[in-house]
């Protein structure tokens, strides 16, 4: 059964439009038509269409109907598509708005076909790129401003972004007027419901950075803007976006025994989502051959991001005196929300272990109260943390002043079950994790 459908733009402050079919040809059915013309017959299957009104450069959905030839029983008819009313009621006497209405050969009043969603996708971008000539950019999407004066090691919160158009993405100077003034282009096709991060990254200048990484735009699709494995995990997503940084390995060295939690990362790359209980870890970035270049603590538990989404970037530069003297190297981390990234405190000066020479706690294996040293070399705060061995918070034993020296508290632990647990003592120089074990 066939239904032949005629379409008259008869909408006068529309521009020329494209219509596209999205739900069974997937396709362009009428191409650049213009107020007051017609495009002919179109001979189409008796089916439920799903119809998008879009600019003619195919980058920007007007509206979205449902066209339900076959629910409306309309096999074997011809019918007259028009687009009817205006754009802008406001400019044209508040009179109708635009919409998709069908004349039937027995006349009578028009029917209107109903609305439909525009379909989208979610979006977060991420400002990456250390070259000094890019510290401020401006990013437009098609002809439109997205971001205006995007600052280095910011992100964007998620937006919506119309999903299923060719969508060209655009990196120019600060005060930039139009989209044609952009220094760097890509061509993105997102998919109808799906997140995506985009990291800017890379090196503009023609000279002065050592290597020389091409600026790009890099996408992740299947992004999460909320921990998908448990309120009480974090997702993290990790990108290597160090231009001089060799293919790397990162090893959690607090809680897991210095486990590889991402093998051979190369620039450029994603390594997916980890997906861990939210805690303390203390993190080790080592070369391929699990060389120690550099230590972060991050905080996960202190920072409260309990059920959050996070995408940790490395970012800056091994070497900024082979780079402009641009930013050294370091871990940063985007929230969901967006806003400037965060930067992991680096483990300097002192190893793990040396942090908190001399620390230590009895008896193991314990039954009620767990004895505990804690030495410092510095007159500083201290976070104690009980976790378990998944590195979940059990016991939140107080963030405490401490004066140089050793100090002796004593933690009772009668509420925790039998099991092997792990003390953190957690500063801003280093982390230690000391096992024990409580009985009953």
Known sequence: ???????????????????????????????????PAFAGYLELPTANYSLQVRTADNSTIVAAYSAPLAALNLGGTALTVLASGFLNPAVNSNGPAFGLWV????????????????????LQVIHNSSDLAASTVDVWVNNALLLDDFDFRTASPFVDAQAG????????????T??????????????????YIVVANGIVSAAGYNPIQPFNLYAFGGARETATSGAANTDLLVFHGATDAPVVDVAETALLGGATIVDDLAYGEFDGYLEVPTADYSLQVQDAQGNELVNYLAP???????????????????????????PAFGLWVALAAGGALVELPLITGVSEADAFAGSALWPTPVSDVLNVDVAVKNAQNVQLRVVDVTGRVVMTVGNNAFENGTTRLQVPVQQLAPAQYALQLIANNGVKSMPFHVVR
Not at 300 to 323: C, E, H, K, Y
């Open 300 to 326: 996960l538990s202190l920072l409260s991001l309990d059920g959050a989404a996070l995408t940790v970037l490395a970012s800056g530069f091994l070497s900024p005196a082979q780079n402009s003297n641009g």
């Open 178 to 195: 139009q989209a044609s003034d952009a220094i760097y282009q890509q061509n993105f096709n997102l998919a109808d419901g799906e997140t």
């Open 103 to 122: 004349a039937l050969p027995s006349g009578g009043a028009l029917v209107e076909l109903p609305s439909a969603s525009i379909p989208t996708a979610r």
């Open 1 to 35: 059964m066939m239904t032949d459908v005629l379409v008259l733009h008869g909408a006068t402050d529309a521009p020329t439009v494209d219509v596209y079919e999205s739900g069974a040809v997937n396709a362009t059915i009428v191409d650049n038509i213009s107020y």
């Open 165 to 176: 158009v060719d969508l060209t993405v655009g990196i120019a100077l600060p005060n930039s």
